[in-house]
């Protein structure tokens, strides 16, 4: 039993099953949805393209095209320059330190093998 809500319960909705007409699909009434889903896509595409003929088919007049050059103003500039600033001084903040210590690692081995070979 299809329980409906009131409003939808009038002569005019009636729902009925589809009927399977042969002459209508290419399909039997039994095919399975992955296989009419693997029969609509395709199967191998063809990667031969000529553009010679696609011009003889349109023959237009003359190729255009547009391209968008985005203009830079001064703040955009400006806070790209402190952007990149900032983002240097980070970086140096970090690796300063280390650095610092390997060269001070290096030069105290070094002063230690010279001061062995004397």
Same mark, same amino acid.
């Given at each position: 039993?299809?329980?409906?809500?009131? !409003? =939808?319960? /009038? /002569?005019?909705?009636?729902?009925?099953?589809?009927?399977?007409?042969?002459? =209508? !699909?290419?399909?039997?009434?039994?095919? /399975? $949805?992955?296989?009419?889903?693997? +029969?609509?896509?395709?199967?191998?595409? @063809?990667?031969? /393209? !000529?553009?010679?003929?696609?011009? +003889?088919?349109?023959?237009?007049?003359?190729?255009?095209?547009?391209?968008? $050059?985005?203009?830079? @103003?001064?703040?955009?500039?400006?806070?790209?320059?402190?952007?990149?600033?900032?983002?240097?001084?980070?970086?140096?903040?970090?690796?300063?330190?280390?650095?610092?210590?390997?060269? =001070?690692?290096?030069?105290?081995?070094?002063?230690?093998?010279?001061?062995?070979? @004397?």
């Amino acid at each position: 039993m299809i329980y409906l809500p009131t !409003s =939808l319960q /009038s /002569s005019s909705l009636r729902i009925q099953p589809l009927v399977y007409d042969p002459a =209508l !699909s290419r399909f039997p009434s039994k095919t /399975s $949805i992955s296989m009419i889903i693997k +029969e609509l896509m395709v199967d191998q595409w @063809n990667p031969s /393209s !000529s553009h010679e003929y696609f011009y +003889e088919a349109c023959a237009p007049i003359y190729c255009s095209y547009s391209q968008r $050059i985005r203009k830079e @103003n001064f703040i955009r500039v400006v806070i790209m320059l402190v952007s990149m600033i900032g983002g240097i001084v980070a970086s140096l903040r970090i690796l300063t330190p280390h650095f610092v210590k390997f060269v =001070l690692k290096f030069l105290t081995m070094f002063k230690k093998t010279s001061e062995q070979g @004397n």
